[in-house]
């Protein structure tokens, strides 16, 4: 199974962009889909997560900015970036747990690039 992440781009601080993150082929058991973000230099971070299809979280960084939303069923995972700064410059990488977390799969990553 293959994850696609895609919709990253360059824009400009405040701007917007919607991530996609999309399967191979269908996953059962979905527990959580979420994103991650590595910056040049850095460690990757928890940028959201979608846990059970319900609750969600968020890394301190892009709480009220981002918004994470899935369809199980579909296997699709999206996350809303608004307000974008350049700190938020970094590959982002879409990653699906199943089977209460003993499967874990992860996209090739989408570069998003926030120019001042």
């Known amino acids: 199974v293959q994850l696609q992440a895609f919709g990253g781009g360059l824009v400009q601080a405040g701007e917007s962009l919607k991530l996609t993150c999309t399967t191979s082929?269908?996953?059962?058991?979905?527990?959580?889909m979420g994103w991650y973000r590595q910056a040049p230099g850095k460690q990757r971070e928890l940028v959201a997560l979608?846990?059970?299809?319900?609750?969600?979280d968020y890394g301190d960084a892009v709480k009220g900015r981002f918004t994470i939303t899935g369809d199980i069923a579909k296997n699709a995972v999206f996350l809303q970036m608004n307000s974008l700064k350049p700190e938020d410059t970094a590959v982002y990488y879409c990653?699906?747990?199943?089977?209460?977390?003993?499967?874990?799969?992860w996209g090739q990553g989408t570069l998003v690039t926030v120019s001042s």
């Open positions: 082929r269908l996953i059962f058991n979905i527990n959580v």
């Open positions: 979608k846990v059970n299809g319900s609750s969600t």
């Open positions: 990653n699906v747990k199943a089977w209460n977390n003993k499967f874990d799969f």
